[in-house]
């Protein structure tokens, strides 16, 4: 059956959200460290990644935690210097990888519905989209908070197709993480493609049946799926 919609992971897939993050992080460290906070920059980094590690990459209150931990109390004022440090890093690397903007509107223009499936919650999600002007680009969005379910459960899955419309062989699933974004698409018998360029696990075996070096490799796969023809052809 010919395919008539692309879902996309968010993070590591459209966007390159570790180095982003790597940044953030970093910028967050050298500014509590440069208004007082007693110990090397590494050292905080580092120690901020271990309360990511433990509670969650998208854990909202990393500085307040780990000012506590540290501090033994929450020091207003380092804080606010990591946090208006982290924001302003945090806006200047929120970057697209190379040709996102014109592959998704070459797959627009050809008559493709997009999709995004992320794990995000929602408020974060959705910001990153409005940062990156891509607000209008996709049909549905679905986050963690639509289903409660990270992937590869299946409920994130099922609530996009259902919201497209679609039956599981009239997609594909495009991500970086082979457990979470294909394994959980695999599980429902949707085809995967693997964003190699996005993605920091082993991708020796994910199971994808097809691997992006770059996002605009999608163009040529797609043609050859629907044996040239687009969705909104004839």
């Known amino acids: 059956m010919q395919i008539k919609a692309v879902i996309f992971d968010l993070d590591n897939t459209l966007v390159d959200f570790m180095k982003m993050k790597r940044e953030a992080v970093a910028a967050a460290a050298r500014a509590m460290v440069d208004h007082g906070l007693p110990m090397s920059e590494e050292d905080a980094y580092r120690r901020l990644f271990e309360i990511y590690d433990r509670q969650g990459i998208e854990y909202q209150e990393v500085l307040d935690h780990f000012l506590k931990e540290e501090l033994g109390h929450l020091d207003h004022r380092l804080l606010a210097a990591g946090v208006v440090a982290y924001r302003r890093a945090r806006e200047a690397n929120m970057v697209l990888y190379p040709h996102v903007k014109m ?11 997009l999709g995004v ?5 929602a408020r974060q999600a959705w910001g990153r989209l409005a940062s990156l002007g891509l607000l209008h680009y996709f049909d549905q969005v679905i986050t963690h ?25 009239q997609v594909l699933m495009v991500g970086d993480w082979p457990d979470r974004d294909i394994q959980g698409a695999r ?4 085809r995967t493609a693997l964003a190699l360029y996005g ?7 994910s199971g994808a049946d097809f691997l992006l070096h770059s996002v605009d490799e999608l163009l040529p796969i797609l043609d050859t799926l629907n044996e040239g023809q687009h969705p909104g052809c004839c």
């Open 103 to 113: 592959t998704l509107m070459q797959l627009i223009r050809r008559g493709y519905r």
């Open 117 to 121: 499936l992320s794990d995000a919650p």
């Open 145 to 169: 908070d639509d289903t409660g379910k990270w992937k590869p459960d299946p409920a994130p899955f099922r609530r996009m197709l259902e919201v497209l419309d679609l039956a599981h062989d």
């Open 187 to 190: 599980n429902l018998h949707i």
């Open 199 to 205: 993605s920091d696990f082993d991708t020796e075996d």
